[in-house]
C-alpha cells in the first residue's frame, strides 16, 4: 500500500469522523476501525493519525504526523462558526478545519521527505 493513503482517526465524535472522511483526498482511506487503527499504526503506513482528547495510543512514530483534537480547539471551532454572518453547518465547518490542516499534514509530510532525500544526497 502507497505509504501516503490513509488517514488514521481515533475521534469518539461521529461528527468529526465524518467531517474528517469529507476533508480527506477522495482515493484516501480513512481507517476509524480501532482495531485496524492499531494494526496500521504498528505496520507504520498511515500519513496523519487523529486523536481524540479521550482516546490513549500506543506510541507512534515520529515521522508520522499526529493531529490531537482536544475540547479546547474544538469550542475555539464553535466560537468561530457562530462568529460567521452566516454560520455553516457544524459538519461543513469542521471540513473545511479538518481540510486544511490534513493539507498542513501533507506539506509537512513532502517536506520531510524532501530533507530526507537532501540528507542521502549528501
Same mark, same amino acid.
Given at each position: 500500500m502507497d505509504s501516503l493513503t490513509m488517514i488514521v482517526v481515533q475521534v469518539s465524535d461521529p461528527g468529526l469522523r465524518k467531517a474528517l472522511r469529507r476533508a480527506a483526498h477522495p482515493e484516501e482511506d480513512v481507517v476509524v476501525d480501532a482495531r485496524l487503527a492499531l494494526d496500521a499504526? %504498528?505496520?507504520g503506513f498511515p500519513r496523519l493519525i487523529v486523536k481524540g482528547e479521550d482516546v490513549r495510543l500506543p506510541a507512534t512514530p515520529s515521522r508520522v504526523p499526529l493531529l490531537e483534537l482536544d475540547g479546547a480547539t474544538l469550542r475555539r471551532w464553535e466560537v468561530e462558526r457562530r462568529?460567521?454572518?452566516l454560520p455553516p453547518t457544524r459538519? %461543513?465547518?469542521?471540513?473545511?478545519r479538518l481540510g486544511t490542516l490534513i493539507q498542513c499534514s501533507a506539506l509537512e509530510a513532502w517536506s520531510g521527505l524532501d530533507e530526507l532525500f537532501e540528507l542521502r544526497v549528501a
Open positions: 499504526i %504498528d505496520v462568529s460567521r454572518e459538519l %461543513d465547518f469542521a471540513t473545511e
